[in-house]
């Protein structure tokens, strides 16, 4: 079955750290572009970060540069969030989503369940 | 960066209804627009990208339409299982976008 499966959410104090991780099955991880989107407590959806296929090149929303990192790593099948220096505005489920292309378009094509991330004291 | 902006950010319909969700970009986004269903407690699903192509699976119900700035999601026959919160998002440049959400409800 085709799908991804997010890790590694909880309770974290502010400053602090946490590493999220997904699993995707059932495709050819090395092939694709990869994604980090979260979504507040009642709020909308909000791009993180994307990967390309080998890892090479990553983009962020300005509000974790510096913050946040992430990794896919294709010889393990796997793709990572890592997050310092928390704040209680990154209080959010965290979707691990991979992104299809249809020629010169593309969208989020496959999405996790999510992960919850609670930054407070 | 391109700000995206759902109208209405609620609405209320009946089954069968012809529902219509608009989407405007900030500038130009060419066809670069996905379209998003979210149900409470879910994962959101595409359900159009590239403004007009139906992703694989959902019902022909659904279309969308539009260029450069102004975009429209339309539902031609309102059913229950319909019921959700729809996100356009722009796929033009980085930074990623989304809309803020249009929560459609059964009146």
């Known amino acids: 079955e085709v799908q991804l499966a997010e890790s590694g959410g909880g309770l974290v104090q502010p400053g602090g750290s946490l590493r999220l991780s997904c699993a995707p099955s059932?495709?050819?991880?090395?092939?694709?572009?990869m994604s980090w989107v979260r979504q507040a407590p009642g709020k909308g959806l909000e791009w993180v970060a994307n990967?390309?296929?080998?890892?090479?090149?990553?983009y962020y929303v300005d509000s974790v540069k510096g913050r946040f990192t992430i990794s896919k790593d294709n010889a393990k099948i796997s793709l990572s969030l890592q997050m310092n220096s928390l704040r209680a505005d990154d209080t959010a489920v965290y979707y691990c989503?991979?992104?299809?292309?249809?020629?010169?378009?593309?969208?989020?094509?496959?999405w996790g369940r999510g992960t919850l991330v609670t930054v407070s004291s | 960066d391109i700000q995206m902006t759902q109208s209405p950010s609620s609405l209320s319909a009946s089954v069968g209804d012809r529902v219509t969700i608009t989407c405007r970009a900030s500038?130009?986004?060419?066809?670069?627009l996905n379209w998003y269903q979210q149900k409470p407690g879910k994962a959101p699903k595409v359900i159009i990208y590239?403004?007009?192509r139906l992703h694989g699976g959902v019902p022909s119900r659904f279309s969308g339409s539009g260029s450069g700035t102004d975009f429209t999601l339309t539902i031609s026959s309102l059913q229950p299982e319909d019921i959700a919160t729809y996100y356009c998002?722009?796929?033009?440049?980085?930074?990623?976008?989304f809309g803020q959400g249009t929560r459609l409800e059964i009146k």
């Open positions: 989503a991979r992104i299809a292309f249809y020629g010169d378009s593309w969208s989020f094509d496959l």
């Open positions: 059932g495709f050819t991880f090395s092939s694709y572009w």
């Open positions: 990967t390309k296929p080998d890892g090479s090149q990553k």
């Open positions: 500038q130009s986004i060419s066809s670069y």
């Open positions: 590239g403004t007009s």
């Open positions: 998002q722009e796929s033009s440049s980085y930074p990623i976008t």
